[in-house]
């Protein structure tokens, strides 16, 4: 089973700044994951063409089962709101994550994660930019229980706070919350944590250390693949990782592979 991660900047091109569905399709595709967590997803915007980027890579994938889960309604950076329950937004531009799943899909779950309570000092890089004070976002955690090859197995896609100190609060919300799922549990997104503090903090073990922010030139690791020691000997062990440059977003896809030896 192939699992992958990549905040895919809402199928944005850092060379030319445009959203385009082929080559969103195209990089997807060439990951080639049975299991695919993806953030930063946009449906409905106008800034990505009103698409619907969850479908999209699914398509891509040949996965049978996805779902899309908007943490706000609105455009982060711009003028966003809260949902209010799991139907809000309908019609509206909406933003969050997706899971995708080439595996059948016994059920899902979104589990809600408050934003921090203040604006928080954050550098933004490029003319006009430096320490601006940002609201944080409410985030939102998307988890699957998929009949894998060796059982069931559950799997969750969350994109956690760029408040430090809160992103820690949240990463021990999500590992209680998943502890009431099917073992063995396995946590997949941009958790804006490096590698360190993420396995100490959560007790996961990490199945791929490898930087991934920024794309061209990665020195940190902000996207992760967590599993639980709870239930880890059921999982096959890694036989791979990777992080290939792609041709969209400002960080890298982390890849990994697990597979029983022969």
Do not use: K
């Not at 589990?111 to 930019?129: D, E």
């Not at 939102?140 to 009949?147: F, G, I, M, S, Y």
């Not at 990665?218 to 036989?239: E, F, K, S, W, Y």
């Amino acid at each position: 089973m192939r699992l992958a991660t990549f905040n895919v900047l809402h199928g944005r091109s850092l060379t030319d700044g445009l959203v385009d569905p082929d080559r969103l399709a195209a990089a997807v595709a060439a990951l080639d994951a049975d299991v695919l967590a993806l953030q930063e997803v946009d449906r409905d915007q106008s800034r990505s063409g009103n698409l619907d980027l969850t479908t999209i890579a699914a398509r891509a994938l040949d996965a049978p089962e996805h779902h899309f889960a908007a943490a706000v309604v609105g455009t982060p950076g711009e003028q966003f709101r809260p949902l209010t329950h799991d139907d809000d937004g309908h019609g509206e531009p909406l933003y969050g994550v997706g899971l995708v799943s080439r595996h059948p899909v016994r059920s899902w779950q979104v589990i809600r994660l408050r934003p921090a309570p203040v604006r928080s000092p954050i550098y933004v890089p490029g003319p006009g930019g430096g320490l601006v004070l940002l609201r944080d976002e409410p985030r939102v955690v998307l988890a699957a229980v998929l009949d894998a090859p060796y059982g069931p197995v559950t799997v969750a896609a969350t994109h956690l706070s760029f408040v430090p100190g809160w992103n820690i609060l949240q990463l021990r919300r999500v590992v209680r919350a998943l502890r009431t799922l099917p073992a063995p549990r396995i946590l997949l997104g941009d958790l804006n944590l490096p590698a360190g503090p993420v396995r100490l903090l959560s007790g996961w073990l990490p199945l791929g250390r490898r930087p991934t922010y920024p794309a061209g030139q990665p020195r940190v690791q902000l996207d992760h693949i967590l599993a639980d020691r709870r239930g880890l000997d059921r999982l096959p062990p890694v036989t791979a990782v990777d992080t290939p440059l792609s041709t969209i977003s400002d960080h890298r896809p982390l890849v990994v592979d697990l597979s029983a030896r022969s």
